[in-house]
């Protein structure tokens, strides 16, 4: 088969490699579209490969081509989602269900060739199913729409309370309609793009804030008549951001931080105060799963992607590549302020 395989720094080639089998317990999945993660990008641009050679891509969708022996919930052309974690579900970890947090885990395409190719090699239940209503294009968000919701169910999560969400990319996007879904009584987005809020609106949201605004921080308390937000979601990973949840916390609010940061942060004694003298709770998320795995975060998104309620806008979608130009696609992201959402790879072209 042909696959992007990634040899260096910055040195991606499309060749031919050998095709995965379907092993026992194992599905073997024709790829359809994969998303470049922010994940991959380190991977390929920064030398941050587990080894060389290597085949990324964790954010697919596909049909099943043929099925191990032994599977069962799975079978020849179904539409999947691919899951990417393989969790080793011995550790203590695993075995009560946290297996975001497992110690000894692979991942589908860091640690294991992944779905930057034509075909892919996953477990049994590392294939989701998904219903015909879904396109396939959709269908390669599962990953970031399952970590948006395992994010908002870090706190205890109520409906009837106000939301704000930092940062207006793909997973901002999905933790604000969960947070719809999930009954909010107001649900605000913090962007510093007003393309971006103009979508967050389209998709749902109450209020939006352009944040180069000087009065922003003043317009965003008076949403709340100056009590402060009782869920902040910070999907941005970014400092400034990371600083406003703080200031933005009602008295006894839940704050997490969804976002990777990328850059060391600190805090003044100040601003590190909020969080004693509001008694705010202050969590992180990593990845999507729960028991039984996958876990309900990827159930729940084929059931409301399939309803419509979880919406899907194409504007998600920067740009397509075919799998042949995979490097031409990585090489977008040397470029400040280039991509504007999310490359999709095409592996049938």
């Known amino acids: 088969m042909k696959a992007a395989v990634v040899h260096g720094i910055k040195d991606v080639r499309y060749e031919e490699i050998e095709t ?5 317990g194992k599905v073997l999945i024709k790829v359809k579209y994969t998303g470049i993660c922010g994940s991959d990008v380190p991977r390929v641009n920064a030398g941050a490969c587990h ?46 269900g946290n297996y975001s947090l497992c110690k000894h885990y692979s991942f589908i395409g860091s640690r294991e060739f992944g ?6 090699s996953v477990p049994e239940k590392n294939a989701v199913k998904f219903d015909d209503a879904i396109s396939f294009e959709q269908a390669a968000f599962f990953e970031p729409a399952t970590v948006a919701l395992h994010g908002l169910k870090r706190v205890n999560y109520q409906g009837g309370k106000q939301v704000a969400i930092l940062g ?4 901002g996007m999905f933790t604000m309609q969960w947070a719809k879904i999930y009954g909010a009584k107001s649900v605000t987005v913090f ?20 944040t180069r605004e000087e009065n922003f921080m003043e317009q965003a308390m008076a949403l709340t008549g100056h009590d402060g937000f009782d869920y902040i979601y910070e999907t941005a990973g970014n400092t400034a951001t990371m600083k406003m ?7 006894k609010a839940g704050v997490c931080f969804i976002g990777t940061p990328t850059k060391e942060l600190s805090f003044s004694v100040k601003e590190w105060e909020n969080m004693n003298r509001k008694e ?16 309900e975060e990827w159930e729940l998104t084929a059931h409301y992607f399939k309803t419509g309620q979880l ?4 504007s998600f979608i920067y740009k397509k590549f075919p799998l042949s130009q995979s490097a031409e696609a990585f090489h977008l992201f040397e470029i400040p302020g280039e991509v504007k959402g999310k490359i999709l790879i095409d592996s049938e072209q």
């Open 245 to 251: 949840a703080f200031e933005l916390a009602a008295n």
């Open 311 to 314: 919406k899907f806008d194409e």
């Open 191 to 210: 962007d510093i793009n007003p393309a971006r809020l103009e979508l967050a609106k389209r998709l749902g949201a109450d209020y939006v804030i352009d």
């Open 168 to 171: 207006g990319g793909t997973v």
């Open 115 to 120: 779905s930057f190719a034509q075909y892919v």
């Open 51 to 96: 080894y060389y050679p290597n085949v990324l891509g964790h954010e697919f969708s596909g049909v099943v081509e043929e099925v191990g022996a032994g599977v069962t919930s799975v079978k020849k052309g179904d539409r999947v989602a691919g899951v990417p974690l393989v969790p080793c579900m011995k550790c203590a970890d695993c075995q009560k």
């Open 280 to 295: 705010f709770t202050l969590t992180g998320s990593w990845m999507s799963y729960s028991a039984p795995f996958p876990g």
């Open 20 to 24: 995965p089998r379907a092993e026992p």
